[in-house]
Nanobody, 128 residues
Framework: QIQLMESGGGSVKSGGSLTLSCAAVGYVYRRYCIGWFREIPGKEREGVAV???????TYGDSVKGRFIISRNNAADTATLQMNFLTPEDSATYYC??????????????????????WGQGTQVTVSS
């Protein structure tokens, strides 16, 4: 059984940076899509970024140009480098994975319900 384990959340001031990490533990698919989502209480889980096994990234409009997703296929890890953070980026961030290619979607990032594997979440708080 695959488990996703996130780390790296915390508190930062507006304009600062944080890096989140995700490690896939257990049996891992030969090819899988990995992504980052975030959730604020009372709102739907929002897609932040996803990346296919071939390294192609896709970003949500609200983070494009500020966040960078990367992955290490050999180590089955992924990171989300978050730059120029604003208070609007405060949320619980989740790592997600799905077998095969990243789902195709009208929106830049596939919806959260297209993913079946989830980490426990890590809190990011950005103060003004």
């Amino acid at each position: 059984q695959i488990q996703l384990m996130e780390s790296g959340g915390g508190s930062v001031k507006s304009g600062g940076s944080l890096t989140l990490s995700c490690a896939a533990v257990g049996y891992v698919y030969r090819r899988y899509c990995i992504g980052w989502f975030r959730e604020i209480p009372g709102k739907e889980r929002e897609g932040v970024a996803v990346m296919d096994s071939d390294g192609k990234p896709t970003y949500g409009d609200s983070v494009k140009g500020r966040f960078i997703i990367s992955r290490n296929n050999a180590a089955d890890t992924a990171t989300l480098q978050m730059n120029f953070l604003t208070p609007e980026d405060s949320a619980t961030y989740y790592c997600a994975a799905g077998e095969g290619w990243c789902p195709r979607s009208i929106s830049p990032v596939p919806p959260y319900y297209d993913f079946v594997l989830w980490g426990q979440g890590t809190q990011v708080t950005v103060s003004s």
